[in-house]
């Protein structure tokens, strides 16, 4: 912790020491991917505090997720501004509607939904409007948006119009289903979280004395990633300020990348027309990626049109040179797949921990073949929004055992060692050694979770010589209720919008071609220009390698017709810009997987014949909806087997074949060689070492030693990421139970994402 305020402002570079030290009038922070911009505002608060000028009662920091809101405390509390707070919109809004609901309504405050899939489907019955899946998604984000941007029921078909809404059905058919939705919702006494800001911006507007109060407590406000504010959100912050001018917003309108849901640059690119006194700070020089990196990233930039292209900030890197980015076209997508894995596995062998490689792709339904790759290369790789680290059960479980620990440890007379030595102690009793296990299978995630927490200790001690172990269980606290989990080896497989505010060593940008990056839905200029900068997002991700790839083809023996995405025009080599597109593919482009990628003809389903693009379908060798002859007996067998296999391999289940590789053995009961290796998922290698087992299961030689696989531990055995997410729990409130400020920025996290 610094020892004065003018040591708060120890390693910041000019422009970060202009942020720190402007602490009057309104501030505008233009800052960059990379440039540093937390940590830029974070010192600007820590040093009006420590300098006596700010009071940290009396700032309040917003911000878009509660992870970030989490983290921003965390970095003030070892700067020695602890008592700021720092939260979500929707948790300070939530808190402020909580505590004045008596005052301002009165009775009880209406219970907010967990989720309003299910009441926007009771109301499309009630309007009777059949949504399928999708449309049901669909309809429910354009209801949240309506709420954002304050359109009511009525107007929704005019401001659809208007503002060139890509609709999932008739814009009167929605706007029914939204108006029978509110009526449920107050039929039942329901609140959902964007009702949260519009009753806090009712009562602020309605209630001169509630507003009043809530403007004296707050006087000074700091607002992060302001270039995706909603209007209901603007609306809000004006409301907080009431005329005020001590408000400090950073942000990058080349990061705007989620209009879709309401966000929009407008508020941030006119802030000195709304403010003509405002010190304006721009922070250019990029600290994170190379210089090689940030040549594409400003090169991306260079080509982008519109209003927030007109006030894009070009990066200067602050790091030696790197790698050149690396840009590869492949026939097919499992061929992209198994390239990349190739590579990562490369980057792992020379060092690079693979919690510092990263896989971003545009949707999440491309990662299942990347998925299927990594396992097969024996790389460890972990989902981005699958299970949360905090809802492991193995973290809960050393949670409850260090908040036992820290009571201990807090009786008179007790002579605690530090908190890493303690917090080794008790986990060592749970599968923490101080080396990792052979394998990469389940005992090598508990390990991998456990081993996070030390490290975790480790840090906290780093930074707070003076705390004890129960000082360290809050900050568990405080990080579960966040969902601000610490490092845990494997690499990371996120689509672009899931990537944005984290970093890695290595990222390997996949699928770009036209359709998927820009996505077919982007039609006008606004949205390929929002496109764009979504794949700027994914560049300046990389601190040190960027991979860049595309497949021609969905799947292997297509007919290779796609382009590599407009985006690279002029960036890769052997491509001319856009407007005057080249041959491509040559002058370093590299080509395929270096002839080692095997070509395979089309799939086609076995039921009906059709061509199989689909990298579910073409495991199971059959269309999803034709019909099955499984047998299930064999697909028992087959499961214990794996079962087995993985236990004694020490790797999870799915490393060894996958479920959906189970289920077309067990549909086409194979009955030599040929026909097995015939079935995707079933290589060269794993043939070699488990073809005559899989082959005895499936004549029925080895019935007798494998059993009918009917132990109930085996579902827990199988599967790995196909059905990890079906086995979350609510782990973090048993574990790491939220109270007060951080029980708020808990229930508005799905509100956030």
């Not at 909603?230 to 989620?258: H, K």
């Not at 921990?353 to 949707?363: D, M, N």
Request: glycine share 10%; net charge negative.
């Amino acid at each position: 912790m610094p020892d004065s305020a003018d040591a708060v402002l120890d390693g910041l570079d000019p422009e970060q020491r202009a942020v720190a030290t402007a602490l009057h009038g309104p501030v505008c922070v233009l800052a960059g991917a990379g440039t540093g911009k937390t940590r830029a505002i974070t010192h600007r608060i820590a040093y009006g505090v420590r300098a006596g000028v700010l009071q940290p009662a009396t700032v309040l920091a917003v911000t878009f997720t509660a992870r970030a809101a989490g983290e921003m405390r965390g970095r003030l509390r070892q700067l020695g501004a602890g008592g700021v707070q720092a939260r979500t919109f929707h948790a300070a809004a939530l808190r402020q509607l909580q505590y004045f609901w008596p005052r301002a309504i009165g009775g009880e405050m209406p219970r907010i939904m967990d989720r309003k899939v299910q009441l926007v489907a009771e109301a499309g019955a009630r309007s009777r409007i059949r949504l399928d899946r999708s449309e049901l998604r669909d309809v429910t984000g354009e209801i949240e948006w309506c709420k954002v941007t304050q359109t009511v029921p009525e107007e929704y078909p005019a401001v659809a119009a208007k503002t060139s809404r890509d609709v999932p059905r008739d814009p009167a058919e929605v706007a029914r289903i939204y108006a029978t939705y509110e009526q449920l919702k107050r039929d039942r006494g329901l609140i959902d979280f964007e009702d949260v800001l519009l009753l806090t911006v009712g009562v602020l507007q309605d209630r001169p004395d509630v507003a009043e109060t809530v403007r004296s407590q707050y006087q000074h406000f700091v607002v992060d990633e302001y270039q995706d504010v909603s209007p209901l959100q603007q609306r809000l912050l004006e409301l907080w300020l009431g005329g005020r001018g001590n408000l400090c917003v950073v942000g990058d309108a080349s990061q705007t990348i989620y209009s879709f849901t309401g966000a929009t640059p407008d508020y941030l690119l006119g802030f000195r027309t709304r403010h003509p006194d405002a010190t304006v700070v721009k922070l250019v020089r990029d600290y994170r990626s190379t210089p090689q990196v940030v040549g594409l990233a400003n090169g991306l930039l260079a080509q982008a049109r519109g209003h927030a292209a007109a006030h894009r900030l070009e990066l200067v890197s602050q790091r030696d040179p790197g790698p050149e980015p690396v840009y590869t076209e492949y026939p097919d997508e499992p061929a992209e797949a198994e390239g990349a894995a190739r590579r990562i596995k490369d980057l792992i062998d020379a060092g690079v921990r693979p919690s510092e490689i990263a896989v971003l792709y545009r949707i999440n339904a491309q990662s299942e073949v990347y998925e299927q790759a990594l396992a097969d290369a024996g790389v460890p790789y972990q989902l981005r929004g699958a299970e949360r680290f905090f809802e492991r059960p193995e973290v809960r479980e050393a949670g409850m055992l260090l908040r036992g620990a820290a009571r201990a440890a807090a009786n008179p007379g007790e002579q605690p060692e530090t908190i890493p030595q303690q917090v080794r102690a008790v986990l060592s009793s749970r599968g923490w050694a101080s080396e990792p296990p052979a394998g990469s299978g389940a005992v090598r995630d508990r390990w991998e979770s456990l081993a996070a927490l030390v490290r975790l200790s480790e840090d906290f001690a780093a930074a707070r010589p003076d705390a004890v172990l129960a000082d360290f269980v809050t900050e568990l606290d405080e990080r579960a209720n966040a969902q601000h989990a610490p490092t845990v080896e494997g690499v990371t497989l996120a689509s672009l919008h899931a990537a944005k505010g984290l970093e890695w060593d290595a990222v390997f940008l996949v699928g770009l071609t036209e359709g998927t990056m820009p996505i077919t839905h982007a039609k006008t200029d606004e949205q390929i220009e929002e496109e764009r900068r979504l794949m700027y997002v994914g560049v300046t991700r990389a601190r040190l390698h960027l991979s860049m790839s595309w497949a021609l083809s969905r799947s292997p023996g297509g007919r290779g017709g796609r382009r590599p995405s407009r985006f690279m025009d002029g960036l890769r080599p052997g491509s001319a810009p856009r407007g005057a597109r080249g041959a491509g593919g040559q002058g370093g482009v590299e080509r395929g997987a270096g002839g080692r990628s095997r070509r395979r003809g089309p799939v086609l389903c076995r039921v009906c014949g059709r061509t199989l693009s689909d990298a579910g379908e073409i495991k199971l060798m059959r269309c999803e909806d034709c019909p099955s002859d499984l047998d299930e007996a064999l697909y028992d067998r087959l499961r214990g087997w794996r079962t087995e296999q993985a236990k004694a391999l020490g790797q999870p289940a799915y490393c060894v074949f996958t479920d959906k590789t189970l289920l077309a053995i067990a549909e086409v009961r194979p009955s030599d060689e040929q026909g097995l290796a015939a079935i995707p998922g079933v290589g060269a290698r794993k043939l070699d070492k488990f073809g005559a087992e899989v082959l005895a299961l499936c004549t029925g030689d080895a019935r007798d030693e494998v059993g009918d696989a009917g132990d109930p531990e085996d579902a827990a055995a199988d599967g790995g990421p196909e059905e990890a997410s079906d086995e979350v729990g609510a782990g973090a409130v048993e574990a790491f139970p939220a109270d007060g400020e951080e029980a708020a920025e808990s229930s508005s996290e799905e509100a956030e994402k």
